[in-house]
């Protein structure tokens, strides 16, 4: 283990570990957004509505990520979508999170009791008083952990970003891999980084989950 | 420049020669994968820490870092250290070990959760230790992990697309090539994720057949 070497590239993995987190949060916020859109979009009892959804879901999840990568970032401009690699990362990895996360959020969603929506409505509220008012905020809750497991996936699979050249933590390992011919310590570098990350976000969700959870 | 998906046709073979590796990749991955899962999760249960230890710093590794980068690390890693391995072994063998990390982690709670209750029948009619945990505990716990396998051995399949990177010729790589001669990323792209797609189906049509299949044993 060469510890010189460790102590002069640390501070570009720091910089590169900023990256990945800036992708990662980012890309979580656009996949809660979608997968919450998507997750209404097939509970939904208008067919124009579910079925987009449960395609985005089953083709988002059916393919590998890396191919959704490439096909928006070297096949779009074929189309007209001219992206620099950070924000087809951020858009890719996102829309790609998003089908998983809707998955959660569904789950989530239908594990409140039926008897819930059947009292709501008897109350005399209207669906989307239900929805908005009764079943959400007894989802809320459950979707924390589900979401959390999707999101630390992310931040690892966050990875696949430096195939496109964003300089993030990865892209910084294989660079400094190929120039040091130090594949042991770089790797070793990263992945503290990685794990601080992962493990910092999976404390903060670990938080939420208990303030939310019912047990308290 | 307008979409022409006809170009696809002509480029066929590479893409099947690409889908044929891709196979070959994960199938052989989803194996060890397996087997490897079936070792770490019963050297988890090991009752000495001493052989618990070594494993769990190599789980908390690997569930720890992302793929990209342990195949980094086991293809110019090995090298390094005087193993030459060709990109498709390494591949294997990145893939294998990732996913049985999380396989042990499924496979060790699944044998925790048959109740303990079963063991201790099957000791007391006459079964050998090995015999109760062949006869009695695995068919109950196989009952349990086999949606959560199948959902790991979906999930290779789709990661086995990372392997490119190292330059195995799979499909993902296979679809680039057939990108640099004719410009096309858009429609390979399109026709690599359709592929996958179909394997993928396909996939998960043999596991939801394993899972009733492996239903009778509850």
């Given amino acids: ?216 | 420049m307008g979409l022409d998906f006809t170009i696809i046709p002509s480029y066929l073979d590479i893409l099947i020669t690409g889908t044929y590796w891709t196979v070959a990749l994960s199938t052989l991955s989803i194996f060890f994968s397996l087997v490897g899962g079936v070792f770490f999760a019963v050297v988890q249960l090991n009752r000495h820490a001493i052989v618990r230890w070594p494993f769990s710093g190599i789980a908390w590794l690997f569930m720890g870092t992302p793929l990209l980068l342990q195949l980094f690390l086991i293809y110019f890693g090995l090298v390094q250290i005087g193993i030459d391995l060709n990109a498709f072994t390494a591949g294997v063998i990145a893939l294998s070990l990732h996913f049985a990390v999380y396989n042990a982690d499924i496979i060790k709670s699944a044998i925790v959760a048959v109740d303990k209750g079963q063991y201790e029948a099957s000791r007391s009619v006459g079964l050998s230790q090995l015999q109760a945990m062949r006869k009695v505990i695995v068919p109950q716990a196989i009952a349990n992990v086999t949606p959560a396998l199948g959902n790991m051995m979906i999930a290779l399949l789709k990661e086995s697309s990372l392997v490119s990177v190292i330059g195995v010729m799979e499909l993902t790589l296979s679809s680039q090539r057939a990108i640099s001669d004719s410009f096309r990323p858009f429609e390979f792209y399109i026709a690599a994720a359709a592929i996958y797609y179909i394997l993928n189906l396909g996939l998960e049509y043999g596991v939801r057949n394993a899972e009733r299949r492996s239903a009778r044993y509850r």
Avoid at chain 1, 57 to 65: E, Q
Avoid at chain 1, 91 to 101: C, D, E
Avoid at chain 1, 132 to 150: D, H, S, T, Y
Wanted: proline residues 3%; glycine residues 10%; positive net charge.
């Fill in chain 1, 1 to 216: 283990m060469d510890i010189e070497l460790i102590g002069r590239v640390w501070i570009y993995f720091a910089e590169a570990a900023l990256v990945t987190v800036q992708i990662s949060v980012l890309a979580i916020l656009l996949g809660l957004c979608l997968g919450f859109v998507a997750a209404l979009g097939s509970l939904s009892v208008n067919a124009a509505l579910r079925w987009p959804s449960r395609a985005y879901v089953s083709v988002f999840r059916g393919t590998p990520a890396l191919i959704q990568l490439f096909l928006l970032y070297f096949g779009g401009p074929q189309v007209g979508i001219h992206l620099d690699p950070m924000e087809a990362g951020i858009i890719g990895l996102g829309i790609n999170i998003g089908a998983y996360m809707c998955e959660s959020i569904r789950g989530a969603i239908i594990s409140v009791d039926k008897g819930q929506t059947e009292a709501g409505r008897c109350m005399g509220l209207g669906h989307f008083q239900v929805m908005n008012k009764i079943i959400l905020p007894q989802a809320a809750r459950m979707m924390v952990r589900p979401l959390g497991v999707n999101s630390i996936a992310l931040i690892k699979g966050s990875a696949i970003v430096s195939t496109i050249s964003v300089l993030e933590l990865s892209y910084t390992a294989h660079r400094y891999i190929s120039s040091t011919y130090k594949p042991f310590e770089m790797f070793f570098l990263a992945s503290i980084f990685y794990i601080v990350i992962v493990t910092i976000f999976s404390y903060g969700v670990g938080k939420i989950d208990r303030r939310v959870s019912l047990e308290n």
